[in-house]
């Protein structure tokens, strides 16, 4: 059972939002930080930027925590709470532009000088004191982000990759300035040629400016791309913040003498009363209580059929009201609402860490102090062979550049925030990255029949008539007199009876029998719909076919119900609940993904067994009481199958909980979601499928750039210690790394859901 499933601190937990990060490392510092105030666990995102406190007792105040994360050399802030409206303008703090401007006049300084070492015919007289009025610009100022950052980092007695960058490219810079001024490489005319492999023959009269120009400018460009990847990859759950009302019209006064008066959506109140129209966003969670429309409800659940509602339906804010005006009490405000609630799962889900992340930390926690001391190392080494100093110089600096962290620490979370973000968009809500894990691990599907598999409301299914009788008519009668009353049952057969015959007249002389049905007159006919015995006692027997009709519905757990009038009986109407029409193509899908699905119901056999059949379900687990739920999936994994449970009711919460992947229809009830390790907005079945393929894809991205960063730092320090790899080169296969890890996570951001094709991709 997953950690998510624990209780919860008395405590609410803290956020902070961190400023000053720059790698996997500084991240590990704020976090050791921070964990050392006693009674506080805290996590710390590199890629959120984030760090999420929580209590084992008593709160710690806010500004001690802050207080503590200034200690370690970077800033800390609450994040703001409510939606941005920027009104689709650029953000004011976005870091990307100033990045990117610092990048790109450092690039276009550095491509001279990078030009002019590697290509000998551009190497005019003095062409080293050009490079050095070109270089000197991009090492100091845009190089000035590392070197602020090592500066505050060595006063603090710790090191991070600005370290690692900084020490590289001064090394670089002071290195040429000594060989200009005080070696012969500022020699009229004396030639530079460009050596992969760094193995320089004059170890006092070569420059290296082109390295640090280079390296600087390259590692800004990655940082930019990464930047820029981060933000996008966090615009999903930006958008789900701001996809709400900002206005709404409130109803004031009662009855005819009520008035519209326009308020921010932040005034609005429980009970509240207040207008929707066409085109118009619904403001908040509610209950239509008068006219009829269309809502559109894609934003939360990825969804394009409009949802039909009428006075009694309820409403989720920020969906889009597409047909009539309605008039909505509010029943949910501010952080309560189901937006908000969406909201904060997907924030918690993507500052949680995986223990594989929680690996990767460790590592890049003394990955710094390592480099610099193979870098140390290595220069000892090649001095000690008494290879020329260039050599050993360079192998040195090539070490300090390739060995940032940056791509391991970004591996999990930036994977996790576009997974999170795509499923977001699509209706699908995971909980924590340990829920990553155990959907590859699943190969059961336990399936809750009543409201999961089947729409959990009564419909009517089928009408057998006496011989001579209409079947129309026989609706149409019948249908009448049910639709003066508010039993489910007679609820399903009057819609039905208006699908199939179109407008109902009018009942008089209605009334209830208790226990056996209702009676009226419709149309001049004194008509008697309910059990076989009401229409016994009027002397309406049911024929033989009618029996026997009512019969084979009995033992398959329908209802029906007799329907007579003018002293014969008539017919029989089948009432029972109906499967959803994707809940067969879902079951398939779950099959493609190597899922066995299993029917869990409390209803009788027979009933289960015709829904089963229905869908394509072979095993059955029938006429369990609510509170065996939870022994089937225990008896399921200790035969040891790893068992996900699919439902949406209070009686599923406890399976949902006890399952080693729990997931809950958001049409459900509060209790079964957060009982569970995934929400989905939408009821429809296939959801599920989709978000275990899109669990697998993110938890399959996760894994493949974790590969590459380890491989990557594994192939490349030993070369850059060997001598065989540029500096320059080192600097941009070290900003590629990064760039390909949030690259490759952002290719979550084209995931689709199936939608019905029948087609599996895992």
């Not at 925590?65 to 004011?92: C, F, I, K, M, S």
């Not at 223990?355 to 080494?381: K, N, Y």
């Not at 008519?473 to 007199?481: F, S």
């Amino acid at each position: 059972m997953s950690s998510s499933k624990t209780a919860s601190a008395a405590v609410e937990p803290v956020e902070l939002a961190i400023g000053g990060m720059t790698c996997a490392a500084c991240a590990n510092r704020v976090e050791k930080r921070l964990n050392k105030v006693e009674g506080v666990t805290a996590t710390v995102n590199f890629a959120t930027e984030k760090a999420r406190v929580t209590f084992e007792g008593a709160a710690v105040p806010v500004e001690d925590l802050v207080a503590q994360v200034e200690r370690a050399g970077y800033t800390a802030t609450v994040p703001r709470t409510e939606p941005e409206t920027t009104g689709g303008a650029a953000d004011p703090a976005d870091p990307t532009q100033a990045l990117w401007n610092r990048a790109l006049v450092s690039l276009v300084l550095s491509v001279p000088v990078i030009a002019m070492a590697m290509v000998p015919a551009l190497q005019f007289t003095y062409w080293q004191w050009a490079s050095l009025a070109l270089a000197a610009p991009v090492v100091v100022w845009g190089a000035l982000p590392f070197h602020v950052a090592a500066w505050k980092n060595l006063r603090l007695g710790t090191a991070t990759m600005d370290t690692l960058v900084s020490l590289g490219v001064t090394s670089a810079f002071l290195w040429s300035l000594y060989a200009l001024f005080l070696g012969t490489a500022g020699t009229p005319g004396m030639t530079h040629p460009f050596e992969f492999t760094i193995a320089r023959t004059d170890g006092s009269g070569n420059v290296y400016l082109e390295v640090a120009a280079g390296v600087t400018s390259f590692i800004l460009l990655g940082k930019f791309f990464e930047a820029r990847s981060k933000r996008r990859a966090g615009a999903a759950l930006r958008a789900l913040l701001e996809m709400g009302a900002k206005e709404v019209a409130v109803l004031r006064g009662t009855g005819g003498a009520a008035r519209e008066e326009l308020v921010p959506v932040d005034q609005l109140a429980v009970g509240d009363r207040f207008v929707v129209r066409p085109g118009e966003k619904i403001a908040t969670d509610g209950t239509v209580e008068e006219g009829t429309s269309a809502v559109d409800m894609s934003m939360l659940t990825g969804e394009s059929v409009p949802v039909e509602v009428a006075p009694g339906s309820a409403v989720v804010g920020a969906t889009v009201n597409a047909g009539g005006r309605l008039v909505v009490r509010a029943s949910r405000v501010g952080s309560d609402t189901q937006l908000a609630q969406m909201a904060r799962l997907v924030e918690d889900a993507q500052n949680g860490k995986a223990a594989v992340q929680r690996l990767a930390d460790r590592v890049s926690g003394v990955f710094v102090p390592v480099a610099i001391m193979i870098a140390v190392a290595s220069l000892g080494f090649w001095l000690g062979t008494g290879d020329p100093v260039g050599a050993a110089f360079t192998a040195a600096v090539a070490v300090l550049i390739i060995a940032c962290p940056c791509a391991l620490g970004l591996a999990t979370p930036m994977a996790l925030m576009v997974g999170t973000g795509r499923g977001a968009q699509l209706g699908i809500l995971i909980k924590g990255p340990e829920v990553l894990e155990s959907t590859r691990r699943v190969d059961t599907v336990v399936l809750d029949k009543t409201g999961t598999v089947t729409t959990g409301r009564m419909a009517l299914a089928g009408v057998t008539v006496a011989e001579g009788e209409d079947e129309d008519e026989v609706l149409r009668l019948a249908g009448a007199l049910e639709n003066a009353s508010e039993h489910p049952i007679a609820r399903a057969v009057a819609t039905g009876a208006v699908v199939r015959v179109g407008d109902l007249p009018t009942p008089e002389d209605f009334g209830n029998v208790e226990g056996l049905g209702v009676q009226g007159v419709v149309e001049g006919h004194a008509v008697l719909v309910g059990r076989a015995a009401l229409l016994d006692e009027w002397s309406q027997p049911l024929t033989d076919d009618l029996t026997r009709a009512m019969r084979a519905a009995e033992s398959e757990g329908r209802t029906a119900v007799a329907v007579g009038w003018d002293g014969r009986a008539r017919g029989v109407l089948v009432v029972s609940d109906t499967v959803k029409p994707t809940s067969a193509e879902a079951v398939r899908q779950f099959r493609d993904l190597g899922l066995t699905p299993i029917l869990l119901t409390g209803d009788n056999e027979a009933v289960a067994r015709s829904v089963a059949a229905e869908v394509g379900i072979d095993e059955v687990v029938a006429e369990v009481l609510p509170k065996d739920k939870v022994d089937v999936v225990t008896r399921l994994q200790s035969e040891g199958r790893t068992v996900a449970m699919v439902g949406d009711g209070v009686n599923d919460a406890a399976a949902l909980a006890q399952a080693d992947l729990g997931l809950s229809m958001g049409t459900g009830t509060d209790v079964a979601i957060e009982a569970s390790d995934l929400t989905l907005v939408r009821g429809d079945l296939r959801a599920a499928a989709d978000a275990v393929r899109l669990s697998r894809r993110t938890l399959g991205t996760i894994k493949g750039n974790l590969f590459w960063a380890f491989a990557y730092n594994t192939a490349a320090l030993p070369l850059a210690a060997m001598g065989l790899l540029n500096p320059m080169l080192a600097g941009a296969a070290m900003a590629l790394s990064s760039v390909f890890v949030v690259t490759n996570s952002q290719r979550l951001r084209r995931f689709r859901p199936l939608a019905g094709t029948g087609q599996i991709d895992t």
